[in-house]
C-alpha cells in the first residue's frame, strides 16, 4: 500500500563519499520534493520538481544536487556529504495545491 | 520572525483532557494550511487541512483566522496515541506556467505528550 517509497531507509557513508536516495511514488503525482530534517527541527525544503521542471531553494549547498528522470522517480544525490548532513531526508508528492504525501524518510549517518 | 510559529510547547496533559495548539504565519499570501503529525522518528502525516470556516475532524478541530494569520488546533477527549508532535503548516504557494502548486513551510512542531 505505499504510496511514496523511499530507500534505503537506513544509509550510512563516509565522509566525502557520494550517496545517492531515491524516492519512488505511485500517486501519478506531478510535484515532488525533497527535504531535511535534523532532531528536533522541522523538515527544511531542500528543492522540488513540478513535472521536469526544478526548482532550488536558495540556501540548498550546491552539495545537494537531485534528478527525476521520469514521473515515478526521484533521486537525492549527496556529492561530498560532511558530518553536518547527518539528517532524515524525506521524499513527499503531491497534486498541485494539494497536501504532500511523505515517504518513510531515509536516516542518513556520516563515519 | 520566524514564516511560521508555533507555542513552544512541550505540552503534557492526561488523558480525555481538551488541548489547544495556536500558530501563527508571516506571509499574508498563503494560500493553504494544514496541521501534520508526526510520531517519533517516522515521517510527518497530514491530519487535517484548515479551512477558513473552520472544520473539524473526530476529535479535532482546526480554525483559520485570516485577518489575524492565525492557526489553532483543538483536541477533544485526549487519548495516549495522540502523543506526537504537531506541525503547523502553510503552502505559501508558487506558479509555473500560472499554475499554483505548494510549497509547504513547517513550523517548529509542539510536543503533545498524553499521560495515562
Known amino acids: 500500500d505505499a504510496m511514496v517509497i523511499q530507500n534505503p531507509r537506513y544509509q550510512v557513508t563516509q565522509f566525502g563519499k557520494p550517496v545517492t536516495l531515491s524516492c519512488s511514488q505511485t500517486l501519478n503525482h506531478n510535484v515532488m520534493y525533497w527535504y531535511q530534517q535534523k532532531s528536533s527541527q522541522a523538515p527544511k525544503l531542500l528543492f522540488h520538481y513540478y513535472d521536469k521542471d526544478f526548482n532550488n531553494e536558495a540556501d540548498t549547498p550546491d552539495n545537494f544536487q537531485s534528478r527525476r528522470p521520469n514521473t515515478s522517480f526521484c533521486f537525492l544525490d549527496i556529492r561530498s556529504p560532511g558530518l553536518g548532513d547527518a539528517a532524515m531526508y524525506l521524499c513527499?508528492?503531491?497534486?498541485?495545491?494539494?497536501?504532500?504525501?511523505f515517504g518513510d524518510g531515509t536516516r542518513l549517518s556520516i563515519l | 520572525r520566524k514564516e511560521v510559529e508555533q507555542d513552544p510547547g512541550p505540552f503534557n496533559v492526561p488523558e480525555g483532557a481538551t488541548v489547544a495548539f495556536n500558530c501563527t504565519y508571516s506571509n499574508s499570501a498563503s494560500q493553504s494550511f494544514f496541521w501534520y503529525r508526526q510520531d517519533c522518528r517516522k515521517e510527518p502525516k497530514l491530519l487535517m487541512s484548515?479551512?477558513?470556516s473552520g472544520n473539524e475532524d473526530g476529535r479535532f478541530t482546526a480554525q483559520l483566522n485570516r485577518a489575524s494569520q492565525y492557526i489553532s488546533l483543538l483536541i477533544r477527549d485526549s487519548k495516549l496515541s495522540d502523543s506526537a508532535t504537531y506541525l503547523c503548516?502553510?503552502?505559501?504557494?508558487?506558479?509555473?506556467?500560472?499554475?499554483?502548486?505548494?510549497?509547504?513551510?513547517f513550523g517548529q512542531g509542539t510536543i503533545l505528550t498524553v499521560h495515562p
Open positions: 484548515v479551512y477558513s
Open positions: 503548516v502553510v503552502n505559501k504557494g508558487s506558479s509555473a506556467g500560472g499554475t499554483s502548486y505548494g510549497k509547504l513551510t
Open positions: 513527499a508528492t503531491s497534486r498541485v495545491a494539494q497536501p504532500q504525501h
